[in-house]
Every structure is written in structure tokens, then in C-alpha cells.
């Protein structure tokens, strides 16, 4: 059944700093990963994806790592601004087409 | 740009009454998915469908069966629906089977159902 009320994980991060979000995955089989940003009222959008052949990848103000030993994911974003408030969503793809994702964590922005 | 549109932002049905969610995508793409979203839980896949007529079970599909007769459309259908499907639906479409490329999502569908 549903747990309601459950809470999302928070991050608090003053505006200009760099935020670090967590992600531990669960299927060592998993070969591709996307984090995905979602505002408030919005479906998710992609932020920026890897593959398991790499360790790291930079976007724009982002970057993502991955550790295949311990099976972890980790969004770093850089002089973090106002609109980076949201949740934000790591998924995971093994074979095949579907995507498994975690439970999110909120980024507040402070002015 | 890829365009996911669901049919309804907000929705609210009586319990026992029979529930169509509609998503269109216009990008030709193959998979489309439907999600539910529930705080702290993430999103959790209902089905999936990867062509014309071909579905695939996720997640959760209990209580749920979904249609797909034309490439663009992915249709959820609550049966039956109950309390504990109040939710957020996200539906998505990505482009081809196996391919390591995003999905991409509709703004959502918040179903109540009292």
C-alpha cells in the first residue's frame, strides 16, 4: 500500500555556492543514468545523462559522476541560482527500455 | 521540441467510476510510459508500451490497464478507481526500444479520486 507523508530528502544550499546531490542505485546491470529536474507544477526534464562506460560528464553548470563500485550517481551543480530550486530525480536503465527512478531530493535555493 | 501532452491537469473522480488518462506525443517516438508520483516514493512505472498494441506491465500495475491503437497515444484506465489512486500521472515517450536516450515527460495529470 501507500506510505503517505513520506518526506523528501532536502538540500538547503545558499545561492552562488555548489550543490552536491546523492543518488545510490540498485541494479549493477544498469548501463545508462539520467538526472532530471522537476519545478514545482511540471513534469521532470533532463538535466544531463552517462553512460556506464564513463565516469564523468559535464554540462552546463552541471556535472555528473558515477562510481560503478559502489553503484552511485551524484549531480554537482556549480554557483547555484534561484531557478535550480526543485526536485531532482536520478534514474537508472538496465536492458531494455525502462527506466527505474529514485525517490528525489529537494534543492532550496537561499537568497 | 518533443511535445508530451496529457489530456487533463487536474481530475477528480468518485470512487468506482472508470478513468481514461490520455497522452499524446507528437515526436513519432516508439515507448511510452505511464508513471505515477507519490511524495517521497518517486516515480513509479504503471506500464510501458514499446509499439502499436504492445504493452508491458511495470512497477505497479495492479488496477490499471492501459491501450495504445495509434503510435502517438498511450491511454491509462483506472478500472475501477479507489482512494489509493489518488495521485500525480506522468506519461513519457522516448524514441526507440534498447536506444540510451531520455524520456521525455508531460506536465501531469493530479488525479483525485473521493
Given at each position: 500500500g501507500e506510505s503517505v507523508g513520506l518526506h523528501l530528502p532536502t538540500l538547503s544550499v545558499q545561492e552562488g555556492d555548489n550543490s552536491i546531490i546523492n543518488c545510490a542505485y540498485s541494479?549493477?546491470?544498469?548501463?545508462y543514468f539520467i538526472w532530471y529536474k522537476q519545478e514545482s507544477g511540471k513534469g521532470p526534464q533532463f538535466i544531463i545523462d552517462i553512460r556506464s562506460n564513463m565516469d564523468k560528464r559535464q554540462g552546463q553548470r552541471v556535472t555528473v559522476l558515477l562510481n560503478k563500485t559502489v553503484k552511485h550517481l551524484s549531480l554537482q551543480i556549480a554557483a547555484?541560482?534561484?531557478?535550480?530550486?526543485a526536485v531532482y530525480f536520478c534514474a537508472e536503465k538496465a536492458a531494455g527500455n525502462k527506466l527505474t527512478f529514485g525517490g528525489g531530493t529537494r534543492v532550496l535555493v537561499k537568497p | 521540441d518533443v511535445k508530451v501532452t496529457q489530456s487533463s491537469r487536474y481530475l477528480v473522480k468518485r470512487t468506482g467510476e472508470k478513468v481514461f488518462l490520455e497522452c499524446v506525443q507528437d515526436?513519432?517516438?516508439?515507448n511510452m510510459f505511464w508513471y505515477r508520483q507519490d511524495p517521497g516514493l518517486g516515480l513509479r512505472l504503471i506500464y510501458f508500451s514499446y509499439d502499436v498494441k504492445m504493452k508491458e506491465k511495470g512497477d505497479i500495475p495492479e488496477g490499471y490497464s492501459v491501450s495504445r491503437e495509434k503510435k502517438e497515444r498511450f491511454s491509462l484506465i483506472l478500472e475501477s478507481a479507489s482512494t489509493n489512486q489518488t495521485s500525480m500521472y506522468l506519461c513519457a515517450s522516448s524514441l526507440?526500444?534498447?536506444?540510451d536516450t531520455e524520456a521525455f515527460f508531460g506536465q501531469g495529470t493530479r488525479l483525485t479520486v473521493v
Open positions: 541494479n549493477s546491470a544498469s548501463d547555484t541560482q534561484p531557478g535550480d530550486s | 515526436m513519432d517516438h516508439e526507440v526500444q534498447g536506444a
